[in-house]
């Protein structure tokens, strides 16, 4: 059969989505990607933000006008949120959040499905990775949250924390790894509290150490995590350079009266301390953030010290966000709305100061090597453009001969040059270009 699976949103939704297309997989169907016909649409909705919504709503519509015949099964935060709705969208099934891991098996329970009739791993490709999916894999290691922020949906739709078991993670690590994949990123919805639903108080921790000494994973990176689940000693495990150094490290507000309103446990002081911290032990470290504006009851003066805060972190990424109220979240009820307005020029502000630091960020490494792990090619000439990821999260492009086949390496570049959103490399299957030459083809950007 031939099964498309699809999502929106956060690398968690994208983690579920590519261990269902493995398990999809496994049993023997055939991995689709966009524009390849499919029996089985699975599509994977979010519903963090209004825009969210809108945009989960618009993708299924799109679904369901472009691949008529397909049966749709639609689930995630969206449609755990508002299942009628979902529905009324000309989805064939909404599946809640709860039965999501046991999408295979559902299927198969309601006829949706027949049982694979093609040899059970004869779907993956040459290199063991899936068609349709990426080459890093997304590894979902713990779901929901125990917090309150009182702008947050999302624990309304994933309930409170729980995590899987070290041993099944391990598992499923070195399954990864023999099937090709060069890097593992762990994702959940509170990725810090890992663990502590089991009695573990660093969890965590006690994971990536499991898996630095049990797997031979090239690359385990780790998704977003809260300031406050961090403690200095977690960053020691950053000595092994299997462990990619980027943090995602959602800040949310960079003013302690708009952090208290957000219920979020932490403060300018605390979250300085933990960067610190961090870049004190991890050479070259990114770290990205998420930031919301306009969020009730931010005055000029609040939105002023959050920006001043944001520079003086001097982030490597910015992920703006303006404030929308959703219902059942403690701060749709807040007073003090922020005018329209302001909101959005608070939103470009924040967003010119986001570019900003992001080109300060990559111009540190012009004149430098980068360990890349290369994912896709475009035609370029006579050969093509490489695109791949550094290990500080940084997009790296370089050009090489058409007969070079880098998908999937991990391989060296040396930074030549930097322009918006990406980095000049030259690797060493480089070839002599225009690409690289000053001010040639930037545009092209
Ligand atoms: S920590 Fe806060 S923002 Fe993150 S999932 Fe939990 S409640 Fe939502």
């Known amino acids: ?71 749709l099964v639609v689930t995630g935060c969206y449609a755990e949120l508002s299942p009628a709705a979902t529905k009324s969208l000309g989805v ?17 329970e309601r006829g949706f499905i027949a049982p694979g009739e093609a040899v059970p791993g004869a779907a993956l490709d040459h290199q063991g990775t899936l068609p349709g999916v990426r080459t890093r894999a997304f ?19 994933r309930g409170d924390a729980r995590s899987r078991s070290v041993a099944e993670i391990i598992e499923e690590v070195r399954d990864l790894v023999r099937l090709g994949y060069q890097e593992v990123v762990l994702t959940g919805v509170h990725l810090g509290s890992f663990g502590r639903d089991h009695g573990a108080a660093h969890g965590l921790e006690g994971l990536l150490r499991a898996l630095l000494r049990d797997t031979d994973v090239p690359r385990v990176r780790l998704s977003s995590l809260e300031p ?15 462990v990619l150094p980027h943090l995602h490290l959602p800040l949310q507000s960079g003013c302690d009266a708009t952090l208290a309103r957000m219920a979020r446990n932490t403060s300018q002081r605390e979250f300085s301390a933990i960067v610190h911290a961090a870049r ?38 910015l992920h703006v966000f303006r404030y929308s109220p959703r219902e059942g979240t403690a701060a749709a009820t807040m ?3 922020v005018d329209p307005q302001a909101v959005t020029e608070r939103s470009e502000r924040m967003h010119r100061l986001g570019a900003e630091l992001d080109t300060r960020f990559r111009r540190g490494f012009v004149g430098r090597d980068l360990e ?37 390496t991990i391989q060296p570049a040396t930074i030549v040059g930097a322009m918006p959103g990406a980095l000049y490399g030259r690797s060493a299957s480089s070839v002599e270009t225009d690409l690289f030459a000053p001010g040639q083809r930037v545009a092209a950007y």
């Open 1 to 71: 059969m031939r099964i498309r699976v699809d999502s929106i949103g956060c690398r968690l939704n994208i983690g579920e989505m590519d261990a269902l297309a493995r398990r999809f997989a496994v049993k023997g169907h055939r991995i689709v990607g966009p524009g390849e016909g499919a029996d089985l649409v699975v599509f994977n909705t979010c519903a963090v933000t209004h825009i969210a919504s809108r945009k989960s709503r618009k993708v299924i519509r799109q679904l369901r006008r472009t691949i008529p015949n397909a049966k």
């Open 92 to 108: 064939d099934l909404v599946v809640p959040n709860t039965d999501k891991e046991r999408l295979p098996e559902l299927l198969t």
């Open 139 to 157: 590894l979902k290691v713990q779901d929901g949250c125990n917090n309150r922020c009182t702008f947050c949906i999302i624990t309304v739709a």
């Open 228 to 242: 406050w689940d961090l403690r200095p000693e977690l960053f020691d495990l950053w000595s092994d350079p299997r």
């Open 280 to 317: 004190d032990r991890i050479p070259d470290l990114g770290i990205s953030t998420d930031v919301i504006v306009g969020f009730p009851g931010e005055c000029d003066a609040e939105f002023e010290e959050s920006l001043d805060f944001v520079r003086s972190t001097e982030f490597s990424r």
């Open 335 to 337: 007073p003090g709305r």
């Open 372 to 408: 890349v792990l290369w994912e896709s090619s475009e035609p370029f000439g006579d050969g093509a453009r490489w695109s791949g990821l550094s290990g500080n999260y940084l997009r790296v492009v370089t050009d090489v001969p058409a007969e070079a086949d880098l998908r999937n």
